[in-house]
């Protein structure tokens, strides 16, 4: 079983920047699959960004270009660098990763005022 804590949402403006991270409790190395994944309110959830192998990326239409996915195997950390902030970017994101099983963490508000 793999425990995962999200941390570093927040408020920002619009344009600002965020660096979600996403720490889990076992090792990632061996892990393929690891994805950032949010939900606005009274809308589904929605895939962010994957990464898959920790390389190839793969990102949604509406933040490509401005968010970035990336893992550290030596912390067993997986970030999201949100730039260029938009309203719409508003939501509660969420880690994910995929070991047999998919698991997910708690997720981590973000508020984008314009």
Do not use: H
């Not at 959830?45 to 990326?57: I, K, L, P, S, Y």
């Amino acid at each position: 079983q793999v425990q995962l804590v999200e941390s570093g949402g927040g408020l920002v403006q619009a344009g600002g920047s965020l660096r979600l991270s996403c720490v889990a409790s076992a090792s990632i190395a061996s892990i393929n699959l690891v994805a950032w994944y949010r939900q606005a309110p009274g809308k589904q959830r929605e895939m962010v960004a994957n990464t898959v192998g920790g390389g190839v990326r793969t990102y949604a239409d509406f933040v490509r270009g401005r968010f970035t996915i990336s893992r550290d195997t030596v912390k067993n950390t997986v970030y999201l660098q949100m730039n260029n902030l938009k309203p719409e970017d508003t939501a509660v994101y969420y880690c994910q990763v995929v070991k047999g099983v998919a698991y997910w963490g708690q997720g981590t508000s973000v508020t984008v005022t314009s």
